[in-house]
């Protein structure tokens, strides 16, 4: 009869032999209590099992994940395709981490930035009391979720800095590709013309791969790992076989790729970004007298640049079609005047989660300004 229970499976299976495929009433009545007898030898077991799960799912499955998230407008294009593949990669194992550690609510004790998120996304869902918005209250818990448990894959990813950092990595290589793959195609295969804002790149031209819908979404997304991997560089040491050159041609390309979107502000934005990362991760005092230096000296010409276009009514100087410089900024003067206006009405309570609200400006009869 089954007297034996293996100890040693995560299940706590009985040992089942030939004979014992066909078991009689009394027979199932001991296997029964015998049953029960075991669950307590099996809880070691099951924690085990739980902490083996929860290192697989840190370890292997949240990475896959995070990949996912940042590069899936590449490969799985824009749609819900990508959010599905997020949700079952990335929210969905994240949750399950969660549930796993959920006795340990009791003994945690928030650092000042995990209070800071709690309480915005607390006000994030009362605010559907006095905002606008369409959503429900149950759509807005949901996003919130989500919200909390995109940032808990994310801690839960940094405690394995190494892991973290390989999938920053992958992604800036697979964004590199893509952007080489794009310039190929629109500049080498379509001809487009490569003067200032004579075409502007925002997309692979295969069907929806790499489709960031309009070019400062582009910019915005290629200045991001462009910071990123130069980030990396600064870090690490780059004596590896292939290694530097492989990271100065990944930063060439999304460098070229962010030029060629032609997104003022994006550009700005990543030079700031290589600027401030050089002076940061620098232990050269030396090098950071330079970067500082350097800096100075180039907001120093860009000022008088801009001065001297002013002075000389050369504001609106043309090369091609496209007007170098305005003093609106292409009309977001009016963006920024307006959404200033929306900040002093509710300077305290806010217009509300998800609330749309319209903007008028000069370039475009109106735009949507969540």
């Known amino acids: 009869m089954i007297d034996n229970l293996e100890k040693g499976s995560v299940f706590c299976k009985p040992e089942w032999s030939k004979n014992n495929l066909f078991i009689s009433q009394p027979q199932h009545r001991r296997f029964f209590l015998n049953s029960l007898l075991s669950f307590s030898s099996?809880?070691?077991?099951?924690?085990?099992?739980?902490?083996?799960?929860?290192?697989?799912?840190?370890?292997?499955?949240?990475?896959?994940?995070l990949v996912i998230q940042i590069t899936g407008v590449i490969w799985l294009g824009r749609g819900s395709g990508w959010a599905t593949q997020t949700y079952l990669w990335l929210i969905l194992p994240s949750f399950?981490?969660?549930?796993?550690?959920?006795?340990?609510?009791?003994?945690?004790?928030?650092?000042w930035a995990e209070i800071f998120l709690l309480m915005f996304l607390v006000w994030?869902?009362?605010?559907?009391?006095?905002?606008?918005?369409?959503?429900?209250?149950a759509d807005v818990a949901k996003r919130c979720i989500f919200i909390s448990l995109y940032i808990y894959a994310i801690i839960r990813l940094g405690e394995t800095p190494e892991k973290l950092q390989k999938c920053l990595l992958f992604c800036c290589f697979v964004a590199a590709c893509a952007a080489l793959l794009s310039?190929?195609?629109?500049?080498?295969?379509?001809?487009?013309?490569?003067?200032?804002?004579?075409?502007?790149i925002y997309n692979m031209g295969i069907k929806k791969f790499a489709d960031f819908r309009i070019p400062p979404w582009a910019a915005i997304y290629y200045a991001i790992l462009f910071s990123l991997l130069f980030a990396w560089q600064n870090t690490v040491d780059s004596t590896g076989k292939y290694k530097k050159q492989l990271t100065l041609a990944g930063l060439f390309t999304l460098g070229f790729y962010l030029l060629m979107t032609w997104s003022r502000g994006a550009l700005a934005g990543a030079a700031a970004g290589t600027l401030f990362s050089s002076f940061i991760l620098s232990n050269n005092n030396k090098k950071r007298s330079a970067i500082f230096l350097l800096t100075i000296f180039l907001l120093s010409v860009s000022v008088i640049f801009l001065d001297f276009l002013y002075r000389n009514n050369l504001t609106h100087a043309v090369m091609g079609?496209?007007?170098?410089?305005?003093?609106?900024?292409?009309?977001?003067?009016?963006?920024?005047?307006?959404?200033?206006?929306?900040?002093?009405q509710r300077p305290w309570m806010g217009h509300g989660f998800h609330e749309k609200i319209w903007v008028f400006n000069n370039w475009s009869q109106s735009m949507l300004y969540p």
């Open 321 to 344: 079609s496209e007007k170098i410089f305005d003093l609106t900024f292409d009309g977001r003067t009016n963006i920024w005047k307006e959404t200033l206006e929306l900040i002093i």
């Open 124 to 137: 994030a869902f009362l605010s559907k009391g006095w905002g606008n918005t369409t959503l429900t209250w």
């Open 183 to 200: 310039l190929i195609y629109h500049y080498g295969v379509e001809g487009h013309g490569m003067l200032y804002r004579q075409y502007r």
């Open 42 to 65: 099996c809880h070691g077991t099951v924690k085990e099992y739980l902490s083996r799960l929860e290192q697989l799912i840190i370890a292997y499955i949240l990475p896959v994940g």
């Open 96 to 111: 399950v981490v969660f549930l796993i550690n959920i006795k340990k609510i009791t003994t945690w004790r928030p650092t």
